[in-house]
């Protein structure tokens, strides 16, 4: 089970574990169970590490929690890469997460606008880290770069900023995908490439097709 529940201080920043447990039926219906409200001055938040969400549990989980601005973190937004799919999956899934009730989530570097867009035409707003604040809260921020490598196109935007805060040059590669496989093929690299250390930026990392090509 990717869900699980937590509590979030503000004046210390820190995220608590909370009681709760997402159990079944017999029959298979989803039961959220343990749940406990949020001690004073503390906001409930729930964390999906996955890229799947279980829409029943969480819908439960915030109507327990109403009143207390529940928040739901997703470091990925499911199903973000279909935003350009014939079956609307980015789209399908942000109007089913809107449909639990969250109003609040936060996101890492989420892969475009669309699924932002379709939750905020339902009620929800998705508030992103970009790629550069997370690479400038992160260890990267102090390592000395060449340069900073956009596998594709689609890329050359965030790493193009990151770039651009490491005041370092941006070196785009190549590849194409095959709408209807996903299979990868037609890799380039960069123009200038010299030998050096370079920070590759993108924003899903999943079979690794991308960085190993």
Known sequence: MSLSFHTFDPA???????????????????????????????????????????F???????????????????PYLPSARGDHDATYDAQGVARLTA?????????????????????????TTVHAVGATQLIAA??????????????DKGAVDRAGAVARWFGV???????????KTGALSGFTAPGGLTPGRYLLVDDICDGG?????
Request: charged share 15%; net charge negative; aromatic share 6%.
């Open 56 to 74: 029943a549990a969480l819908a439960q989980w915030v109507a327990f929690h109403e009143g207390s601005h529940p928040v739901l973190v997703m």
């Open 169 to 179: 040059p941006l070196l785009t590669a190549g590849k194409v995908r095959d709408p």
């Open 12 to 54: 210390t920043r820190r995220l608590a574990p909370a009681n709760g447990a997402v159990e079944a039926y017999p029959g298979g219906d989803v039961a959220v169970r343990h749940l406990q409200p949020a001690p004073a001055g503390r906001r409930p938040v729930a964390w999906n590490t996955g890229g799947a969400l279980d």
């Open 209 to 213: 097709g991308t960085f190993a090509g």
């Open 99 to 123: 449909a639990t009730g969250i109003r609040d989530v936060i996101a890492a570097d989420p892969h475009s606008d669309a699924w932002s867009s379709v939750a905020a035409d339902h009620g």
């Open 138 to 151: 992160s260890p990267l921020a102090g390592m000395a770069w060449d340069a900073v490598i956009a596998p």
